[in-house]
């Protein structure tokens, strides 16, 4: 985990206010909770946490880009909320299949480019669902439908990069410091690039 370190994040931020600021009016159920700005363009997840300093992740998002289309293995843009907490009391490097722990724990892969067995699914995971109809919400387009999370994952070496088949990856120990503080409904955008 980054914390910003500027004197007023509002002021650095302005965009990131701008953006999590809409989203609370688009989506009011969201207000009192953190709202995640997911920014493909620099690999990094920003927490806003009203009274707490601006707090920005490196992540991996898909490496085949944003869309949305069912089997695309790309990240979807938009509006999402989290539909879904699992893992809570699983060890750090927690292998998960099918959302349920295994009980295995992964080698953590920290050399840069390294690759793991597959796209192993490890510590946590916040399963979002898309608000916006016909963009990451409904038919082909439905981004719970198509399993997408925030999670660990055992290639921390590729955060940082895109490498993911359409989730947001995070690094195991980020992703557990972080999910006590996201509870459910907390609003979560996904942006190609800053607006």
Do not use: K
């Not at 985990?1 to 965009?15: G, N, Y």
């Not at 892969?109 to 796209?119: A, C, N």
């Not at 995070?170 to 955008?189: G, T, W």
Request: glycine share 12%; with cysteine; aromatic share 4%.
């Amino acid at each position: 985990m980054e914390r910003s370190t500027e004197e007023s994040p509002a002021a650095e931020h302005a965009w990131l206010q701008r953006v999590a600021r809409d989203a609370l009016v688009r989506e009011p159920a969201g207000w009192g909770r953190p709202v995640l700005v997911v920014r493909v363009d620099e690999q990094r997840l920003y927490v806003l946490d009203p009274g707490h300093p601006v707090e920005r992740f490196p992540v991996s998002t898909a490496e085949r880009g944003v869309g949305n289309r069912e089997g695309s293995e790309q990240t979807p843009p938009g509006l999402h909320r989290v539909a879904q907490r699992i893992g809570d009391a699983a060890p750090t490097g927690a292998i998960f299949r099918g959302r349920v722990d295994t009980g295995e724990v992964a080698p953590i892969l920290t050399e840069s480019g390294q690759r793991g067995p597959g796209d192993r699914i490890t510590s946590r995971i916040l399963w979002l669902e898309g608000l916006e109809e016909g963009r990451n919400r409904g038919g082909e387009v439905d981004s719970r439908a198509r399993y997408v999370y925030i999670h660990g994952t055992d290639e921390e070496g590729r955060i940082g990069t895109p490498a993911s088949h359409g989730c947001i990856r995070m690094r195991n120990q980020d992703i557990v410091a972080l999910f006590p503080r996201v509870p459910l409904h907390s609003l979560v955008l996904i942006l190609a690039e800053a607006p």
